[in-house]
């Protein structure tokens, strides 16, 4: 094989859809079209899935203006899939991609994908087999390892501090109805998602008040007393809980087993934290609460999604052709943060070895002491990640009139 | 008394909040301005509630800025609240109506909030006190007589719209996860809220592929069969359900022995509709099934309003305080939809005994026959009401490369 030949490129979408995987994939294109070294620019229909089954489409074929407009849609326009390669999957990946001369492959992910990724590194390889295989950073859950942040996150931050803001101004209105609210937020292992919703709070005493991360055991008694306190203050409290929370022993605290599947890799799913926890404040502390969950809305909503993460997810997957051209393989691009005042992002690498897998939980400095609450240093970290500022909304004065009569009950 | 004299005018929200009762604010507010027999413009805190706690803000203090910007602020600036006025209610009601010269009282809100108004209106007429009550008709529930809709849909049905189609591209792209998607919308009657979001629809086959209405009663058996039948089909199927969905008897599905399911700690879990349906799928037809529930976030969504619907709020607001000055009283504000193929709509008057209490129930016509989706007609219907079409999105049109290996599992 010639490796001065223009050889031909593959992106595959893998994992949970977000608002901008679709992005990246119009990076990946639009880069692509300018290097000679590219030749055909395909794409794997349901990811690594795709590649067995030799579903392949040619990207070149597209209208540009689809292409263009990939920017703007939601979820995994290729499809996507949760697949763990078996052993004897091997032979066909490397059969399939000999049989296009596929040179490049560029796998969007999260830490599950980037494993499947580097197995196709590594069996390249082996095979001695010339492929440059990069990985695109892709995951709401925020939680791989090394990059600033993943693209997706942004997006599915800005959906949720809007919502829990909205939900918290509908709860704060009715004097005489709900007065516990609780949103349920994603977020299977990692407490980012959940975090972001304390970006809703524009003045002292909005809501969200309490926010519970599974970065810290949950326990349900100073759950309870957490919730009376804002409550005796404000008679209105708004929650955020992520549905992943774990109790001291690291269970999960929805482990029925009805309720609970479980995915390609072993990963149990879960829902139900927020409608527990809502009937655990109406029996014990005798006050109304009901739960808001948006689950998978607020992973792909374009309506919600964030100018930078758009342009974040775009330019790493140019990056990613960037450096096949260049000949690296085995690296996921990531994202680093300038220092400076004004917010910006770098594109770096990393071995895919080391991102794999491995799942970066909320640190520490951004939780605070209680257990109930993010630190400014996280609200820094997360601010300008949601892009533009969140709509301005009125506040009235209400100035009151003076009163002429007496009290009534 | 002299009628001749400038008096005041009071505004109350009532009930549940939406996100364009507060554009009726602002129509009452910019209307009222324009009317020397106006004196002052009052807001009762809390509804009915700021009537009896003599809890009421002058809202000519406002910034006009602030007035303004009501229009784009959702839930209810003024307090809001669910209260039946008691018989011994009646006197403090008309002490402070007239300790503060009210000569118009506005209240918007649904057929609750209508009675309430339409008692203040007999009060005053038995007591002799000239007083102008008129009706703003407010709900997501879209269940008030007479009116074509009420304000508060049109922007519920975009949000849904919206939410249906993103969550629909989330359950298509990912070939090994969910294929069942549940989404469960609010709608504790009627099924007007759950009806749009068929508006998600763009291309057939696309989801939803069902729209369950608590206007008939839900059979669990036809429900797994409807389910099944479109599964063997695509292989992925969008099921949306009302919160209030009922069972040949009348009774509410997750008011069953069925729905309960327990959990670790042993309390009884009582979910709602949509995750009981994900588990039913989930046990008896064997396919994973996941539950969305963006709960009270899809009534108070600013993000997903209708400009159509912050506008018809405005002007009816306007209509109210018309009325008023032409010494109206004990009327509603309706809505009416002029013929013709461009949508328009007046506004109309019906007398507030006529809508009070009252609930409209989606029309047989615009249920399907086998009752798991709505008509066209219902589309035609409602199609208008959540303003500017839905963001376009991506269609690749996926050519596939030639085939050059055999087939593979």
């Given at each position: 094989m010639n490796i001065h030949l223009p050889r031909n490129l593959l992106v595959a979408q893998s994992g949970g859809p977000t608002a901008v995987i679709n992005s990246s994939v119009t990076g990946v294109v639009d880069e692509a079209m300018r290097?000679?070294?590219?030749?055909g620019i395909y794409g794997a229909v349901n990811g690594i899935l795709g590649v067995l089954r030799e579903e392949l489409v040619d990207l070149?074929?597209?209208?540009p203006v689809s292409i263009r407009n990939l920017r703007r849609t939601p979820s995994a326009a290729l499809g996507s899939c949760r697949y763990k390669l078996r052993p004897q999957d091997y032979a066909r990946v490397m059969e399939v991609l000999t049989a296009h001369d596929v040179g490049h492959f560029i796998c969007a992910g999260g830490n599950d994908s980037m494993e499947t990724a580097r197995e196709i590194d590594d069996l390249a390889e082996k095979r001695r087999y010339d492929l440059n295989v990069m990985g695109v950073p892709k995951t709401?859950?925020?939680?791989?390892?090394?990059?600033?942040?993943?693209?997706?996150y942004g997006s599915v931050s800005r959906f949720n501090a809007i919502a829990a803001r909205d939900s918290s101004l509908d709860t704060e209105a009715?004097?005489?109805?709900?007065?516990v609210k609780i949103i349920e937020t994603m977020g299977r292992d990692t407490g980012w998602i959940t975090a972001s919703?304390?970006?809703?709070?524009?003045?002292?005493?909005?809501?969200?008040h309490l926010i519970y991360l599974p970065e810290r055991p949950f326990l349900l008694d100073k759950f309870l007393q957490d919730v009376d306190l804002v409550y005796r203050r404000l008679r209105k409290v708004v929650v955020c809980v992520c549905e992943g929370l774990k109790d001291e022993k690291g269970?999960?605290?929805?482990?029925?087993d009805k309720a609970i599947d479980t995915d390609r890799f072993g990963h149990r799913q879960l829902g139900g934290v927020g409608d527990y926890l809502a009937r655990l404040v109406s029996s014990k502390l005798n006050i109304k609460a009901r739960c808001d969950r948006p689950g998978t809305i607020q992973r792909v909503s374009m309506t919600c999604a964030s100018n930078v993460d758009i342009d974040e997810a775009y330019s790493v997957g140019q990056a990613a052709v960037r450096a096949c051209v260049e000949g690296i393989s085995g690296k996921m691009v990531t994202l680093v943060r300038k220092p400076g005042v004004e917010y910006s992002c770098a594109s770096g690498l990393v071995d895919l070895k080391d991102v794999a897998l491995e799942k970066k939980s909320v640190p520490?400095?951004?939780?605070?002491e209680e257990s109930n609450y993010v630190t400014q240093g996280f609200l820094d970290y997360v601010?300008?990640?949601?892009?533009?500022?969140l709509p301005e909304y009125s506040h009235l004065k209400k100035k009151m009139l003076e009163r002429l009569l007496p009290p009534y009950d």
């Open positions: 290097h000679q070294k590219i030749a070149r074929e597209e209208d709401v859950d925020n939680d791989l390892l090394v990059t600033d942040h993943c693209p997706g009715i004097y005489t109805a709900d007065t919703t304390a970006l809703a709070r524009t003045e002292k005493d909005e809501g969200p269970e999960f605290l929805t482990a029925s520490d400095s951004f939780i605070n601010r300008p990640l949601i892009g533009e500022s």
